[in-house]
């Protein structure tokens, strides 16, 4: 069954450091989202990207964050100065169209020291 | 500060017996419905959907059930086994598509 992978499982770096998560979707989906969830709380949704751009984003994804497809297979989510705050699993994840399940990743974990 | 961990209701029953889920959901003009199972360290694990127009749909050993009148959504595991142990969230899409938002999520614990 197709899978949404997601590198590194587990990334620690120090509060201000720039990090990047990788994610490859499933290969025929269209539609790219980033997930977070902190330790023992709700996925919340960060950002949905379509048509190379973005076309949602929530509260949480602000200037610190950014999206990026940089070939035909890879989407990345970007922290620029890390935060403790940021410390959560973060979930990528695809669909082939609007209105259809949802395939996530086995998420990343970061934490931010 | 720490966090303080959202407080997860938990529902505990026998293996063999049939568990129902819970969610309410906030957004009237959501339509559609997803269910997902997580276990502990792992992504969400999709379940069963549901669009609005309809009010049941099944799957294996799983039943959605959604009662838009009152805005809510269940999730019916029949014979339930000690695989299905994880927390269920049940999501809403509430934007044209571009946004899941999850509720609370339930913890399922079976008993063997």
């Known amino acids: 069954e197709p899978e949404v992978t997601q590198t590194p499982s587990h990334q620690v770096t120090q509060m201000g450091q720039e990090v990047i998560l990788r994610c490859v979707p499933i290969?025929?989906?269209?539609?790219f989202y980033w997930y977070r969830q902190i330790l023992g709380q709700k996925v919340e949704f960060l950002v949905s990207?379509?048509?190379?751009?973005?076309?949602?984003k929530s509260e949480i994804f602000d200037d610190q964050f950014s999206v990026e497809r940089p070939d035909g297979s890879n989407f990345t989510l970007k922290i620029r100065s890390t935060k403790l705050e940021d410390s959560a699993m973060y979930f990528c994840?695809?669909?082939?169209?609007?209105?259809?399940?949802?395939?996530f990743g086995s998420g990343t974990r970061l934490t931010v020291v | 500060g720490e966090s303080v961990g959202l407080h997860l209701p938990t529902l505990s029953v026998q293996e063999g017996d049939n568990s129902i889920i819970n969610c309410a959901y906030s957004?009237?003009?959501?339509?559609?419905f997803i269910w997902y199972k997580q276990e502990s360290g792992k992504g969400p694990q999709f379940i069963i959907d549901?669009?609005?127009?309809?009010d049941k749909r099944q799957g294996q050993r799983v039943t959605v059930l959604l009662n838009k009148t009152v805005k809510h959504l269940s999730l019916q595991i029949a014979a339930t086994q000690p695989g299905d142990s994880a927390v269920y969230f049940c999501?809403?899409?509430?934007?044209?598509?571009?946004?899941?938002?999850f509720g609370g999520g339930t913890r399922l614990m079976v008993k063997p």
């Open positions: 994840a695809s669909t082939p169209g609007l209105n259809y399940g949802y395939t």
């Open positions: 290969s025929n989906h269209l539609y």
């Open positions: 990207f379509y048509n190379n751009e973005i076309s949602e």
């Open positions: 957004n009237s003009a959501s339509d559609y």
């Open positions: 549901i669009r609005s127009n309809m």
């Open positions: 999501a809403e899409n509430n934007n044209a598509g571009n946004m899941l938002t």
